[in-house]
């Protein structure tokens, strides 16, 4: 039996082609390839260095707007966040400290220092990094633990739509990605954190962590 690396739900045949088989969740309704598709580190890796991406791009920036906008409407001045994911030329977190937010990075590949993540943060924010991750509900329980109470997740990636859409989605194309998240999916995991998810757009969901749910380290 095929189980979600989500919730270990059972999970179903959603879409083959030629690189790859996918499946769906019975129950949480993430979408994912199989372990034996993914990458090895050094493929992986090998693709990310060839990102372009720099805090002098405005495009780019206009890009991680669409996460830093809502982010700010919500956050007191002053908070300290993290980037989880920053990729290899770091953007966002240069965008909220040039308003005045410290920044902590965290990168399996760039920025590898796991010291960051035994604090917790008024937000934590990861860009286009849900999709990749190998083991997604350690990951994101890890995102989690890292918010303080009354603070915020924000995750940005492209959500699945219906079986059909998926057929011609290009995002599904790209071989560093492994795992694909629905507005559902994302309903799920706030069922399993005590909360609810925010969709701002259609690509960015944000989520607010209570004071009743949360037990976390304190920032130093």
């Known amino acids: ?21 996918y499946f769906q969740c019975r ?7 199989l372990p034996d598709a993914f990458l090895s580190a050094t493929e992986e890796k090998s693709i990310y260095d060839l990102h ?12 991680l707007s669409r996460m830093s906008v ?17 990729g290899p030329g770091p953007t966002l977190s240069v965008m909220f400290e040039e308003l005045g937010y410290p920044m902590a990075l965290y990168d399996p590949f760039y920025a590898a220092d796991e ?12 860009t286009e990094v849900v999709e990749h991750l190998r083991h997604p509900r350690q990951s994101l329980d890890r ?12 995750l940005m990636t492209k959500l699945v739509i219906d079986q059909k859409a998926f057929a011609h989605w290009h995002y599904k194309n790209d071989d560093t990605h492994i795992c694909f998240y629905s507005r559902k999916t994302f309903g799920w995991l706030a069922r399993e954190w005590e909360t609810v998810p925010e969709f701002v757009g259609s690509d960015v969901t944000i989520f607010r962590k209570g004071a009743e749910n949360a037990s976390t380290p304190g920032l130093g």
Do not use: I
């Open 143 to 154: 995102m989690w633990r890292c918010v303080k109470p009354g603070g915020y997740l924000g």
């Open 27 to 33: 129950c949480c309704r993430l979408v994912f390839v």
């Open 1 to 21: 039996m095929t189980t979600c690396p989500l919730c270990d739900s059972a999970a179903a045949p959603y879409h083959q082609d030629k690189r790859r088989d």
């Open 52 to 63: 372009q991406n720099a805090p002098d791009d405005a495009g780019y920036r206009r890009f």
């Open 70 to 86: 809502p982010m700010l409407e919500r956050l007191p001045a002053g908070s300290r966040g993290l980037d989880f994911g920053c």
């Open 115 to 126: 010291s960051v993540l035994e604090f917790a943060y008024n937000f934590v924010t990861a």
